[in-house]
């Protein structure tokens, strides 16, 4: 087969989105079989091109999400028609597919539908997307992946697509996610001005990953005598002033370390040096952050909402994300507690094995070929 995936979001730092659609296309370009892997790109994919046989084709006028469902419209099935291609697939959600592909089956990863699962809590773009856009588009598509069976019920609930032509395939963890040295650890955490043993979350600032509560939770644990800081790793986005106000108004400023966006080359570093990695998330399409954190040895306490059951299985433990209380004694057994740190870091090296983007890009393949044999019988 010849296929061509949608690749958006490259030229600048990765997201969880951005990250699922540059491991797969490169666990795809790695699968024997001979199939060629084409990158229709939307902006730059430098961070992607670097050491892969990969052929790019340009969409101009994309590099940017309203250029991408609308100008991309037109661009793809000329591009399909022209590159002869036999599968497009869209790992971004963004379902730019209203003309079709011009012969060419379509495939769609929806990672989640947080605009209806959790309302208020996404920008104007997004709601115009997941709510407007999406279920006018989704009926032209030959078949949508999700990251979750958690992701899947809400899709057909929310997007009305039929049970039978909505896949379950889980992301993966990278190579790189794993144990490594107390040297390697300690050289990055001095760069973001941390010492090794803190508490960690990675994740965007913003209000769906429920921050403010985290933070009630750990000055509960300040109270209560716990001297390791919060570090929080991640960029700022969609209303998150009200979060760095709370920050002061508990009197945590010191304690908690705002670090911003931290690169993947210093991401397994970083993991690697908390004791602990808390993740209270209201809603995730697959959570990749646990399962990093898993991979690196770090015991996780997380939601038991949406897809983090399934991701983390019995490897973390999981609490009600409203439940402040809950939280933070679950955050206090597992700094107290040694060999409960142990026993979670043993079942969560275990867990995150089975997480492989190689095996993600096998399944993924096989949508793929079911696809063209629906098209075969059509």
Avoid at 74 to 96: E, M, Q, S, Y
Avoid at 237 to 244: C, F, G, S, V
Wanted: net charge neutral; hydrophobic share 40%.
């Amino acid at each position: 087969m010849r296929i061509a995936l949608i690749a958006y979001g490259l030229d600048r730092p990765l997201s969880g989105i951005s990250r699922y659609t540059l491991e797969l296309t490169r666990a795809l370009a790695a699968l024997p079989g001979g199939h060629e892997v084409l990158l229709l790109a939307a902006g730059s994919t430098g961070v992607l091109a670097e050491g892969n046989s990969l052929r790019s084709v340009p969409l101009f006028g994309c590099s940017r999400l309203p250029g991408l469902v609308t100008l991309g419209n037109v661009l793809i099935p000329w591009k399909a028609r022209r590159l002869r291609v036999d599968i497009v697939h869209d790992p971004t959600g963004v379902t730019p597919f209203l003309f079709g592909a011009d012969g060419a089956r379509t495939v769609v990863t929806l990672h989640d539908v947080f605009a209806w699962s959790c309302p208020g809590h996404s920008t104007a773009m997004d709601t115009l997307l997941y709510r407007y856009w999406l279920p006018r588009v989704l009926s032209r598509v030959d078949a949508v992946i999700t990251d979750s069976q958690a992701s899947k019920t809400d899709v057909i609930r929310y997007l009305k697509v039929p049970h039978d032509k909505t896949h379950v395939i889980y992301g993966g963890v990278s190579a790189s996610y794993r144990p490594i040295s107390v040297d390697e650890i300690a050289r990055t955490a001095s760069r973001y001005g941390l010492a090794q043993g803190y508490i960690l979350f990675v994740g965007s600032i913003e209000e769906r990953k429920n921050l403010r509560r985290l933070l009630q939770a750990y000055a509960w644990l300040r109270q209560k005598g716990e001297e390791r800081p919060l570090a929080i790793v991640g960029p700022r986005k969609w209303k998150y002033a009200h979060i760095l106000q709370m920050v002061e108004e508990l009197g945590i400023g010191d304690q908690v370390i705002f670090t911003g966006y931290v690169p993947d080359e210093d991401l397994p570093a970083t993991y690697c040096g908390a004791d602990l990695f808390v993740f209270p998330s209201l809603y995730e399409g697959f959570g990749l952050p646990p399962l990093e954190a898993m991979a690196c040895g770090t015991p996780v306490v997380c939601s038991n909402t949406s897809s983090l059951p399934e991701v983390v299985g019995d490897a973390a433990i999981t609490v009600d994300p409203y439940d402040v209380e809950a939280l933070a004694d679950a955050m206090h057994r597992v700094l107290s507690e040694a060999a409960l740190r142990e026993e979670l870091r043993a079942k969560g090296l275990a867990r995150a094995k089975m997480f492989t983007w190689e095996r993600t890009a096998h399944e993924t393949m096989a949508i793929y070929a079911h696809v063209q044999r629906t098209q075969g019988a059509s």
